[in-house]
């Protein structure tokens, strides 16, 4: 499977963004997000089932960060609401085989800046 990430941007605190994740090849997998801000490792952020059933947000993103997907079009989606400073960060869409809840993933995409400017 091969994900492309787009979406990111330069935006101001506060605004909202919508990035997506284009899956081609096999697309049934748990999808996941992933970050990483300047000079720290990269973290996990939230994932969706393969069937969207499901999903999990680390506690810093809960009520602001809203993942998604739509098969027919394999793109999964992250919206997020009142960007902070914090959340700058290059974000990684992610694909992995093993069951949902793991923080393993098997496949990434490029990536997709965002910068909030404060």
């Known amino acids: 499977v091969q994900l492309q990430a787009s979406g990111g941007g330069l935006v101001q605190v506060g605004d909202s963004l919508r990035l997506s994740c284009l899956a081609s090849?096999?697309?049934?997998?748990?999808m996941g997000w992933f970050r990483q801000a300047p000079g720290k490792e990269r973290e996990f952020v939230t994932a969706i089932s393969r069937t969207g059933g499901s999903t999990e947000y680390i506690e810093a993103v809960k009520g602001r960060f809203t993942i998604s997907r739509d098969n027919a079009k394999n793109t999964v989606y992250l919206v997020i609401n009142s960007l902070k400073p914090e959340d700058t960060a290059v974000y990684y869409c992610?694909?992995?085989?093993?069951?949902?809840?793991?923080?393993?993933?098997?496949?990434w995409g490029q990536g997709t800046q965002v910068t909030v400017s404060s």
């Open positions: 992610a694909a992995t085989t093993r069951g949902f809840g793991t923080r393993s993933y098997d496949y």
């Open positions: 090849g096999r697309t049934a997998y748990h």
